[in-house]
């Protein structure tokens, strides 16, 4: 898998996570059917449990150097289990949040595309169509998000996996959408996974872009979205955290809302992801 590193310049050839696993999970006749266990929720309960067990540390050092993580970004400090480790926080000054209230930031580390929102609140995610109504599981909101944008950041096992506000606003609603967790990768192009998948659809008012609809989306053993219980908040400002796995974040805009930067749309348009960082410039108020 190709993506960008806007930093460099360059682009990574980055390998999916359990690739092997996967592929058998979702490419094969038997895997498949074990695969409607493997995205249950009690598989990821499970999954929880085992990694929250103080003996789960010794699959840390393992973990840093298959995945390539940059420790010298966090806390310096003992973990107690995997699970520990995982939603570990980044050290002061390992990101700079941009300040500039005109900026819109990526809410988290994140490989990003962006898509278009058609007059009939329809987009092509991935090879797939959806509906917005599909995504939100209800019809409240959508009209007033025809040519709009929609930026889904993904999450991998190797990136920061907490999240943040994109500006100054408060929160509107929050309704949670129990489903599946199927993994948020090719591998699962036969799934609407976003349609299908567990996860948290926040209405949020801001004061430089608007109506923004914030989604974070469960994965393969993500059953857990933890939002810390925030009803106003600022720019930058911690919004929760996803518990282990990969998973995504979905932020829908109105139209004419937000000017996204051009690197991200050209390679957004050739479907390569953009490597973005918590707190990064990633687009502009209109």
């Given at each position: 898998?190709?993506?960008?590193?806007?930093?460099?310049?360059?682009?990574?050839?980055?390998?999916?996570?359990?690739?092997?696993?996967?592929?058998?999970?979702?490419?094969?006749?038997?895997?498949?059917?074990?695969?409607?266990?493997?995205?249950?929720?009690?598989?990821?309960?499970l999954y929880r449990f085992l990694n929250g067990r103080k003996s789960?540390?010794?699959?840390?050092?393992?973990?840093?150097?298959?995945?390539?993580?940059?420790?010298?970004?966090?806390?310096?400090?003992?973990?107690?289990?995997?699970n520990d480790f995982f939603t570990r926080r980044l050290r002061d000054?390992?990101?700079?949040?941009?300040?500039?209230?005109?900026?819109?930031?990526?809410?988290?580390?994140?490989?990003?595309?962006?898509?278009?929102?058609?007059?009939?609140?329809?987009?092509?995610?991935?090879?797939?169509?959806?509906?917005?109504?599909?995504?939100?599981?209800?019809?409240?909101?959508?009209?007033?998000?025809?040519?709009?944008?929609?930026?889904?950041?993904?999450?991998?096992?190797?990136?920061?996996?907490?999240?943040?506000?994109?500006?100054?606003?408060?929160?509107?609603?929050?309704?949670?959408?129990?489903?599946?967790?199927?993994?948020?990768?090719?591998?699962?192009?036969?799934?609407?996974?976003?349609?299908?998948?567990?996860?948290?659809?926040?209405?949020?008012?801001?004061?430089?872009?608007?109506?923004?609809?914030?989604?974070?989306?469960?994965?393969?053993?993500?059953?857990?979205?933890?939002?810390?219980?925030?009803?106003?908040?600022?720019?930058?400002?911690?919004?929760?955290?996803?518990?282990?796995?990969?998973?995504?974040?979905?932020?829908?805009?109105?139209?004419?809302?937000?000017?996204?930067?051009?690197?991200?749309?050209?390679?957004?348009?050739?479907?390569?992801?953009?490597?973005?960082?918590?707190?990064?410039?990633?687009?502009?108020?209109?």
């Amino acid at each position: 898998m190709k993506i960008y590193d806007r930093k460099k310049k360059e682009y990574e050839e980055i390998t999916q996570y359990g690739q092997e696993k996967l592929g058998f999970l979702y490419g094969n006749p038997l895997g498949r059917v074990l695969l409607k266990i493997a995205v249950s929720p009690a598989v990821s309960d499970l999954y929880r449990f085992l990694n929250g067990r103080k003996s789960s540390v010794k699959k840390i050092p393992g973990f840093i150097e298959k995945n390539h993580i940059r420790m010298e970004d966090f806390e310096d400090r003992e973990y107690r289990s995997f699970n520990d480790f995982f939603t570990r926080r980044l050290r002061d000054g390992a990101r700079k949040i941009e300040t500039d209230r005109s900026i819109l930031i990526s809410p988290a580390d994140a490989k990003l595309l962006v898509y278009n929102i058609d007059d009939d609140l329809r987009m092509n995610v991935k090879g797939r169509t959806y509906t917005l109504e599909e995504i939100l599981a209800d019809d409240k909101y959508c009209e007033e998000y025809s040519g709009g944008y929609c930026l889904v950041y993904r999450l991998c096992v190797d990136d920061l996996h907490r999240y943040c506000f994109i500006d100054d606003g408060r929160l509107k609603g929050r309704k949670t959408i129990k489903g599946k967790l199927h993994t948020v990768s090719s591998l699962s192009a036969d799934y609407k996974i976003y349609k299908e998948n567990f996860r948290v659809v926040n209405v949020m008012d801001t004061e430089n872009f608007g109506r923004v609809i914030h989604i974070e989306v469960g994965a393969l053993l993500v059953g857990r979205v933890v939002n810390h219980d925030v009803r106003s908040f600022t720019k930058g400002e911690e919004k929760g955290y996803f518990e282990p796995g990969g998973s995504t974040i979905i932020q829908i805009f109105k139209k004419d809302s937000v000017r996204i930067d051009d690197d991200i749309m050209v390679h957004s348009m050739e479907g390569i992801e953009t490597k973005v960082l918590y707190g990064e410039g990633v687009g502009s108020k209109c």
